[in-house]
């Protein structure tokens, strides 16, 4: 049995293709900001209180109207078919499991009916096309299947360039898998569009969309946090798209604590890269993180094991978290704060 992330991400690297294990491991050019993620966890330190009499925790959380039973949400991540046959699916039942939520990525090889069949809380994650009439089509379906919220990728004007994947010359799903989600009114299946030319305008136009809440993922500089304020969006995700995109980013971790600052407690601020262990959850969540999502680990558990791989991984993050509240002297999420976590030299 995995103890730990680890483990799991070392059974589904023996099921994978090498291709595949390297599309969804890896980064963009150096791999740099892949690294600096978990390594930013890795300076932290913790200075726990004693005495507090915590009981027993309490880690639910309330989202944008969402309700989870702990502030660790799944990323929306492409392609779950690579992974396991039943992809999507067998995600989003291990999700609903653990009353967590599923951002379903644009990129998802199953259709959103049948992802939201399997019972839990979805979100809806966006690339803004430059077709609005097809961006429309796309979020009506998603919101009709019953998606709670959009997570708006802004991160991605470009696609990044992952080396492994020109290494090994990936570009395309296998015959017989599609992006379900992306087909437009007359049926045809489009190809995802990273679009350079779509500015702030964009939160007006999906307002007037849907009604659902908006997240903008993809936000690390303070300004662009004040700018979503200030544009109307109900969350943002400081998120460098686990090192995909553009690599020397900054870890998400460092710049989590401006972008709180800029923010103010004026929306919640979800943070994901890099968290592999109940103890980085709560180091996010003391920086004034809202809630976590993780994405690799989730691919992890279900190529290992599908919906029962991914029940496992959010079941360990769960019960880590639970047992760090504790030994730092927190009863729920909403009492941890930035006094406890301390930076020194990676162990
Ligand atoms: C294989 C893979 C596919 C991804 N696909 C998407 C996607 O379709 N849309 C998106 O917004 N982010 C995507 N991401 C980024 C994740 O949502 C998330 O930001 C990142 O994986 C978090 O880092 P972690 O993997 O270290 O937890 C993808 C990440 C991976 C690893
Ligand atoms: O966003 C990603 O990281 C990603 O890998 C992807 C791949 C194909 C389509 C959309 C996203």
């Known amino acids: 049995m995995a ?66 039973s702990m502030p660790v949400l799944v990323a929306p991540t492409a392609f779950h078919r690579l992974a396991h046959p039943d992809g999507e699916v067998a995600t989003a039942r291990a999700a609903a499991g653990a009353g967590t939520v599923m951002v379903v990525s644009m990129a998802a090889t199953r259709p959103v009916e049948r992802i939201a069949a399997a019972g839990g809380t979805l979100w809806f994650q966006l690339y803004p096309h430059t077709d609005l009439e097809f961006t429309t089509t796309v979020v009506r379906r998603a919101v009709a299947a019953g998606c709670r919220a959009l997570v708006v990728t802004v991160d991605s004007p470009v696609f990044g360039r992952r080396e492994r994947d020109l290494r090994h010359g990936f570009v395309d799903l296998p015959p017989g898998m599609v992006c379900e989600n992306m087909r437009d009114a007359d049926g045809r299946v489009r190809d995802i569009e990273m679009n350079a030319r779509v500015g702030w305008e964009l939160v007006a136009v999906l307002r007037r969309l849907t009604t659902v809440p908006i997240l903008l993922k993809g936000v690390l500089h303070p300004e662009d946090a004040r700018l979503a304020v200030e544009h109307g969006v109900d969350g943002v995700v400081v998120s460098n798209h686990g090192g995909r995109q553009l690599d020397g980013v900054t870890a998400t971790l460092d710049a989590l604590p401006a972008v709180v600052a800029a923010v103010g407690g004026r929306l919640p601020v979800l943070v994901d890269g890099g968290l592999r262990r109940g103890v980085d959850v709560l180091v996010a969540l003391a920086l004034g993180a809202t809630a976590v999502l993780v994405g690799r680990p989730v691919l992890w558990g279900l190529a290992a094991g599908g919906a029962a791989g991914v029940r496992h991984v959010l079941d360990l993050l769960r019960a880590d978290l639970d047992r760090a509240l504790a030994l730092v002297g927190a009863a729920r999420p909403g009492d941890l704060s930035a006094d406890l976590v301390t930076v020194g030299a990676p162990a």
């Not at 730990?4 to 595949?20: G, M, Y």
């Not at 390594?39 to 009499?53: D, Q």
């Open 3 to 68: 103890l730990n992330l680890a483990d799991v991400a070392a059974a589904a690297r023996r099921r994978l293709d090498p291709v595949h294990w390297d599309f969804f491991a890896g980064g963009a050019g150096d791999e740099r900001t892949l690294r600096a993620n978990e390594a930013a966890f890795a300076r932290r330190f913790l200075l726990p209180r004693v005495l507090r009499a915590t009981g027993d925790r309490d880690l639910r959380t309330s989202l944008l109207g969402s309700q989870v």
